[in-house]
């Protein structure tokens, strides 16, 4: 092939080829469409027959990359000038399209502008992404602090809510080194050196960091350093996104300050007005809950104070129950041994009363018995009055009366001895009448002679006889009185003894109450006394916590005058 076909063929070749991959169009000087390849339809999603003969610009709503109008567009084309850039179009369906096209002016061999043809490539992904970044990053620098330098760290440029962070103008920091946002010491640190190090070999920090702002104010921020890289993979740049946590830091470093001092036992903490922003409602919480708490130690102060006073009320009246309870015991030992030995007297006297009351009857007995012998002797004495004056004539009669009389006169003087001091006298009497018998009998020897004399005799004996026996009769009279009088006390004493013997159980049973009550009383003792001994504890973990008042002192009850141990 010779170089005259080469030169013939290449420009066909090259055509075939672009349109195999570029979107190719041609206009005619007025901008309407005259043809346009299968890649331009797929790309602007219209029918072919849809395009030729419409105007490029109306149909495709064509305008530059950033919307604005194209502006002599058309005009520089007639005038053969040639046109390249980055345009923004319509597709059918509404949506934006963006091509990098070059218009070309082409002439006829008259040199007339005989049609523009449009090379162009289909960039809308690219741009589209590219778009969404810069929509990004304009959204994170309107919300974030934002800040570029160059490789070594000096300040290129930064955003107003940097520069409003930070409290400085662009002009003030701009040239300068980071290093004016930190502390010199810090800055003169390896750490700070580690830092733009990596940043210079493309490595990124993300992390809290404490910065300087104007005034030597300190800030906190959240930041990440990022190296951006060129072409060649060489870092270009570092941009750096910030978030002021000033406000969040102190809040956390003045809450974690108040816990920790609450923790030592000061609830006079209260998180101050520094605190504010999103961080006002947990000081409020905070402040209310040290408040609540405050309130809740003091009352459980006074409450300790109120029980621990209580409890030595309790102590006190345990003690002083002991102390009645000993007494009221030796109260009644001594009652006991009292009644113990009223007891025994009470025996003795109702076993002393008992047979004095036999006694009594025995001597009623012989009492009656005696006056049955006094009738009999006054019976005998009145048969003698009578006979008395027959007396001679019955001598023989007589001497038998006179042994019987004597007879009856050694019984009636055993009967005397037998009455004791109450038969005395009529043991006299009865002497009397053994001496009559003994008369009697000798007077039976010489009745004649002593008959006058006995008759006088007689008379005499039964008016002695008769006055024995009103005595006698008087006589069984007291003794009848005496032994119920006797009887009487023998019951009395009989019941007295009953009622001693159930008041000495009585008082066992007392003393028995009464020794429970003492064990009782200790018992109360010691739980107060344990009572008291806890509050104190309650009180020293109580005084643990500092809450601006001062609590009511808390004494233990243990060594308190009339404390008694347990």
């Not at 602090?145 to 962070?165: D, H, M, R, S, Y």
């Not at 003169?188 to 210079?200: F, I, M, N, Q």
């Not at 309870?325 to 041994?337: F, H, I, M, R």
Request: glycine letters at 8%; one cysteine or more.
């Amino acid at each position: 092939m010779s170089q005259e076909e080469i030169i013939h063929l290449e420009p066909a070749q090259a055509m075939a080829a672009l349109d195999q991959v570029q979107c190719i169009l041609t206009c005619d000087p007025a901008g309407r469409i005259l043809r346009i390849n299968d890649i331009g339809l797929k790309i602007t999603g219209y029918q072919r027959d849809q395009l030729l003969g419409q105007p490029l610009t109306d149909l495709l709503a064509l305008s530059d990359a950033k919307g604005g109008e194209l502006v002599g567009f058309w005009t520089d084309l007639r005038q053969g000038r040639g046109q390249c850039g980055e345009y923004r179009g319509t597709g059918r369906d509404g949506q934006r399209i963006y091509l990098n096209a070059s218009f070309v002016p082409l002439r006829d061999d008259a040199g007339q502008i005989a049609h523009i043809t449009c090379f162009a490539v289909d960039v809308t992904g690219a741009k589209t992404a590219a778009l969404a970044a810069t929509r990004q990053i304009d959204a994170l620098q309107r919300a974030q602090a934002f800040i570029e330098f160059t490789p070594a760290g000096e300040i290129v440029t930064a955003n107003a809510n940097f520069l409003k962070v930070m409290g400085y103008t662009l002009e003030e920091i701009q040239g300068r080194h980071h290093r004016m946002f930190c502390d010199p010491d810090h800055a003169r640190s390896p750490e700070y050196e580690l830092l733009w190090d990596d940043l210079s070999n493309g490595r990124f920090r993300i992390g809290e960091f404490r910065r300087v702002c104007k005034g030597n104010r300190p800030v906190w921020i959240v930041a990440s350093y990022n190296p951006i890289l060129d072409n060649a993979g060489k870092v270009q740049k570092i941009v750096k996104y910030a978030s002021d946590v000033t406000e969040a830091k102190l809040a956390i470093e003045e809450l974690v300050s108040g816990l920790e001092r609450m923790s030592h036992g000061d609830l006079t903490i209260r998180l101050s007005e520094k605190v504010a922003g999103d961080f006002a409602g947990v000081r409020d919480s905070f402040n209310f809950s040290m408040e609540s708490f405050t309130a809740m130690v003091n009352d459980i102060r006074r409450r300790a104070d109120e029980m621990n006073g209580e409890a030595g009320e309790i102590s006190r009246g345990a003690v002083d129950l002991a102390r009645r309870g000993e007494s009221q015991a030796a109260s009644l030992e001594q009652t006991a041994a009292a009644v113990e030995q009223i007891s025994g007297n009470v025996s003795m006297t109702s076993q002393a009363a008992c047979e004095a009351d036999q006694l009594a009857r025995g001597a009623q007995d012989s009492v009656l018995k005696g006056a049955e012998i006094v009738a009999q002797a006054m019976a005998a004495m009145e048969r003698i009055d009578q006979h008395t004056r027959h007396m001679a004539k019955f001598t023989r009669v007589i001497d038998t009366f006179a042994f019987q009389t004597n007879l009856l006169s050694i019984n009636a003087a055993v009967e005397a001895a037998r009455a004791g001091e109450v038969g005395r006298g009529f043991a006299v009497v009865a002497n009397e009448v053994r001496n009559l018998a003994q008369q009697s009998a000798k007077a039976s020897q010489n009745i004649a002679e002593l008959i006058s004399k006995s008759e006088t005799e007689v008379k005499t004996g039964v008016d002695l006889v008769r006055a024995a026996g009103t005595s006698l009769d008087a006589i069984r009279g007291s003794m009848s009185d005496m032994v119920q009088n006797i009887a009487g006390i023998a019951h009395a004493t009989t019941e007295q003894a009953t009622g001693v013997r159930e008041v000495s159980e009585a008082l066992s049973q007392l003393d028995n109450v009464n020794q429970a009550n003492l064990s009782l009383s200790d018992r109360y003792a010691n739980a107060a006394t344990s009572l008291g001994t806890q509050i104190e504890e309650l009180t020293q973990v109580l005084s643990a916590f500092q809450t601006g008042q001062k609590a009511a002192a808390v004494r233990s009850i243990l060594g308190r005058p009339g404390h008694r141990a347990a």
